[in-house]
């Protein structure tokens, strides 16, 4: 048996006009009052008993007529009602029976009130043709489905080594930290793809049964962004080294380069040195020189109060006797056995065994541990935590910790702001100018010299109009980025001296007693101390 559910139609006898209710097959539906009711108004048949027609409807089992009134029934016409989902995706016809004398739909009626709907894409005339063949009333038929817009991605690109090299230094069963296996440089063969782009997929349209279409999401293409000594594949998908070396990414670029060796000390015999690469230096860097390298700058002596500048990592074997002016600043990270009236600057983490009397910055962590692992005086600063066995000393010397906000981004703020102030008090003293010269001109005139004056000093008013615009639009954009490092934390593995300022995300609180194996975060806009 098939399942269909109940319905009814208008029925024209001697007495008036009478509804049959024909009940369901199998699994089908029975009747539904509402629904008899709307088709009784829609097609203005008359009043009749609703309580009366509600009652038998809840009872009938068999076919069963019911006398609505006793006037002539009307000729209704086989009808469809179509009802548009809300999303516009999908559309649902639903027939109903013609009375004794009514008309029944065709093909072509069905497709008028379909397009009368406004229904232009995706008509199922399949499900058209089986209704015709198999009148089922009261019975939703799917008769258009629209076509869901599939969304593409932007391309990717895959770089195939290490772009941001965090191996931090191992350490030795006694707890002193093995300076020569790094492991941190990104060794490449001639030949060695470096990177390879998956390309974008731009999605496909949607439409509705509107017939309204639907763009997908523009998706980005991508572009390898390289050095010398690297070159793209035909197809365009592939990044290939032409000779062995070091591949790095800088920012958004990756280079393939060789390694300059030094064989002794940076000094008068070399001069200066930069270099698009990696250095390695022998010996010593001498105070008053320099080294200015792209990737990775490796010492293996002393840098006494020298400049050295890297895109990649710093790596000294021994450490830094800065003299108060000696400077590093790498792009990654930078590890030292000590560091020593130095400034320094690192875009990724710090690690050394000591750290006295020195500016210290570092986007990512301060590691300070080995045998003596201990930071005195100076001013410490990392974006996530600052970590050692000893923070200032008995002596009670002087000494900044601070975490938990991008040093580099905090710097970038406070000069945007002093900037800032700088133009608009020039801008508001040029203002008086053009007043005080606007006055004069307005009741006694002015000369030609004092006119030029003016006319400079409306033009920089409006130059400094346009440079304080983009000042500020620069600095709300870094406002975004200084948000704060809710695990930022300063950790103590074995004493805290007092004379120690603390700073966690801008929030002091200056050190009056010894605290030992402890870590100092930020709860409540206050500074406070917790076991480990």
Known sequence: MQDRN????????????????????????????????????????????????SKILKTARTMTDIRLNSMDAPVVDETVKILVSEDKMRAVARFYPPSDDGKDLNYQSIIDAIEACGIRYGIDKENIDNYISNRLYCTDYIIANGKNVREGHDA??????????????????????????????????????V???????????????????TKPKK??????????????????????????????????????????????????????????????????????????????????????????????????????????????????????????????????????EAILHSNITA??????????????????????????????????????????????????????????????????????????LQKKQQNEGISEEKLKKLQAATKQVIVLDQALKALRKDYDELLTELDEKEDACIRVTGTIYPGTKIIVSDVNRYLKTQENYCKFVKEAEEVVRKPL
Not at 18 to 40: C, K, L, Q, S
Not at 157 to 177: Q, R
Not at 387 to 405: F, H, L
């Open 219 to 352: 998706v980005q293409k991508k572009n390898f962004k390289y050095g010398k000594n690297l070159y793209v594949s035909e197809d365009g998908l592939n990044l290939i080294t032409e000779i062995s070396g070091h591949v790095s990414l800088e920012t958004d670029k990756v280079f393939v380069s060789n390694t300059y060796q030094v064989p002794a000390d940076v000094d008068n015999s070399t001069g200066d040195i930069e270099y698009d690469g990696n250095v390695i230096v022998t010996g010593n860097v001498i105070a008053g020189f320099s080294i200015k390298a792209t990737g990775d700058i490796i010492v293996n002596g002393v840098v006494e109060g020298a400049n050295l500048e890297a895109g990649g990592q710093i790596i000294l074997q021994r450490g830094v006797q800065g003299m108060s002016k000696g400077r590093l600043k790498a792009g990654g990270n930078i590890v030292s056995k000590f560091m020593e009236n130095a400034n320094v600057v690192s875009g990724g983490f710090i690690e050394a």
């Open 195 to 213: 990177a390879t782009i998956i390309p974008e997929d731009q999605g496909e349209e949607g439409i509705n049964v509107l017939g309204i279409v």
């Open 156 to 193: 990717k690109l895959i770089y195939n080594f290490n772009t941001n090299p965090n191996t931090k230094p191992k350490h030795n069963e006694d707890g002193t930290v093995n300076w020569h296996q790094l492991d941190i440089i990104n060794h490449v063969k001639a030949g060695t793809v």
């Open 363 to 436: 986007k990512s962590d301060i590691v300070v541990s080995g045998k003596k692992g201990l930071i005195i005086g100076g001013y410490i600063r990392s974006g996530t935590m600052i970590e050692a066995k000893t923070i200032g000393n008995m002596m009670e010397t002087a000494t900044i910790v601070e975490v938990g906000i991008d040093p580099a981004v905090k710097d970038k703020v406070n000069r945007l702001r002093i900037k800032m102030q700088e133009e608009s008090e020039e801008k508001f003293k040029l203002k008086q100018v053009i007043t005080l």
């Open 6 to 53: 109940g319905y009814f139609k208008i029925i024209n006898k001697p007495d008036g006009t009478y509804i049959r209710i024909i009940p369901p097959d199998g699994n089908g539906r029975p009747v539904r009052f509402e629904e008899v009711t709307r088709y009784i108004e829609s097609n203005r048949i008359g009043e009749y008993n609703q309580q009366a027609l």
